[in-house]
């Protein structure tokens, strides 16, 4: 069964309040905060103090994908944030076992995120450091996006590369996922579903949860 973690990025900023209910109220487990500080990537989304009310507001853990470069000058302040999750990308870290460490000294999970063209093969040493592993299945900077089709494959030699290391790694799958593509992707060997424009774009936002949910608990394994 697929852990479902609906992306802020989507939701309405004017109504963040209702946003996060839903996100309570639903049967997501995760809440997924994307920053982005427009040099790592090409746009800026938001910040500390956004995730600060964030936390005081929801109950589910809050999984903090950090699309910015020199991540661990930021790593303490997103702890004192709320953070319960932190994801750093592979392609920002020269001090890659650094920065997870210090992730998880301040007790939180660690995790890495992989843009499509970056080989899983380069996280064969890092397993061991961390809690997850996040697949982007678009180019990170922006909501909307489609899906690229190339990351079930990546997820597929992830989820091998894991097994054989024996440690408890999560795989998650971030871009363009939707109740179309949740199924392929949790048979490839995803444990998190992250969406964004696919749940809070929906007509009914709580519905396209659900069934996501029911679509990522299909497994052919
Ligand atoms: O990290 C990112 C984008 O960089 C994602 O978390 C997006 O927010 C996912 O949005 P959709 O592709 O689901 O609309
Ligand atoms: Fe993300």
Redesign the pocket.
């Known amino acids: 069964m697929a852990i479902i973690a609906p992306?802020l990025?989507?939701a309405d900023f004017l109504r963040l309040w209702d946003e996060c209910k839903m996100i309570n109220e639903s049967e997501a487990e995760w809440f997924?905060l994307?920053v982005m500080d427009g040099r790592f990537?090409p746009n800026i989304s938001f910040g500390l103090p956004v995730i600060e009310h964030i936390r005081k507001t929801t109950k589910k853990e809050c999984d903090v994908?950090l699309?910015i470069v020199e991540p661990e000058k930021y790593t303490t302040a997103f702890k004192e944030a709320g953070a319960d999750r932190l994801t750093v990308h592979y392609e920002a870290c020269t001090h890659l076992h650094r920065n997870v460490e210090m992730i998880r000294q301040l007790g939180m999970k660690a995790g890495v995120a992989l843009n499509p063209h970056t080989p899983v093969l380069l996280l064969k040493e890092i397993l061991p450091y961390i809690d997850q592993v996040c697949i982007?299945s678009?180019n990170?900077?922006?909501?909307?996006?489609q899906f690229i089709p190339t990351s079930l494959k990546k997820i597929a030699e992830l989820k091998q590369m894991i097994r054989e290391s024996g440690y408890p790694v999560l795989i998650q799958v971030?871009?363009?996922?939707s109740v179309n593509n949740a199924a392929a992707l949790v048979n490839a060997g995803a444990d998190v579903l992250?969406?964004?424009?696919?749940v809070f774009k929906a007509e009914n936002p709580t519905a396209a949860i659900a069934q996501l949910k029911k679509a990522g608990s299909f497994s052919e394994v």
Do not use: C, E, I, K
Request: aromatic content about 4%; charged content about 10%.
């Open positions: 992306s990025l989507a997924h994307d990537v994908h699309m982007m678009v990170p900077g922006f909501g909307g996006q971030d871009g363009g996922v992250v969406a964004g424009s696919n």
